[in-house]
């Protein structure tokens, strides 16, 4: 949830003249969405399903690099920012295939 929430304090201080809505909406949602599958598929009966949603938390995590891989090309953050929220992003994702790996099928 630090990742999230590291990623939406970025969106409130987007360097841009022109909001885009659209993109940092979809930057919020892809990166709440990494805890929120985690604890939906917790929530779940078979730990297929959670690894199920694991696997679907980390295309979120996927899905929020690349949208902040287009946010530092526009120049709209730093390569600092950047770097810490990439390095944050290697580590979960490290932590959610650990924890898929260490799942019986």
């Keep these: 949830m630090n990742f999230a929430n590291e990623v939406i304090n970025l969106t409130e201080q987007l360097d841009t003249d022109r909001k885009h809505y659209r993109l940092v909406e979809q930057l919020e949602s892809s990166a709440t969405s990494v805890p929120m599958n985690i604890a939906e598929g917790k929530g779940r009966f078979s730990q297929k399903e959670f690894s199920h949603f694991l696997m679907i938390s980390r295309g979120s995590l996927c899905e929020t690099m690349t949208l902040l891989e287009i946010f ?18 290697n580590e979960i994702a490290k932590m959610l295939n650990t924890l898929k790996n260490g799942l019986k099928s």
């Design 72 to 89: 530092k090309m526009r120049n709209w953050i730093s390569e600092d920012n950047f770097s810490l929220l990439e390095n944050l992003s």
